[in-house]
């Protein structure tokens, strides 16, 4: 029985992948407690006092408060994340539509200005001046 005895863990492979499995766990760790923070934030129903409970209890006890968090508010989590991003993107369209409705009001008058002046309804002098209004 004085032979020498080899464990998984001498193997440099398997040292490998416990350190990466290590810290694939630390960053999700990570990952989930900024989620958490940022829930905590992103809760308008909530006043001050409770989210600085919440986040003081996040922060001090961060294994037992995110599990608690996740058990007691985890459930409407997702629905704050999705009511977010369709406000953002609600924002956004209405963002785009004001932007291409300015823009292209200026574009259908310099058409309408060309197709004036290629008819001959308008002289060269009178349309740099139409032209000159509507870009400035």
Known sequence: M???????????????????????????????????????????????????????????IPF?????????????MGKREIRQAQEQQAAMDAYIRETAGSGGGGADELTKLSELKARGDLSESEFQRAKEKLLH
């Open 64 to 76: 037992l408060g995110a599990l608690v968090y996740v058990c007691v508010r985890g459930k409407e």
């Open 2 to 60: 004085d032979a020498y005895l080899v464990l998984a863990y001498d193997y440099p492979v398997l040292g490998a992948f416990w350190t990466v499995m290590w810290i694939f766990l630390w960053i999700m760790w990570l990952m989930l407690l900024f989620r958490i923070i940022v829930d905590i934030f992103r809760d308008h129903q909530m006043n001050g006092w409770v989210k600085a409970g919440w986040l003081l209890f996040v922060l001090i």
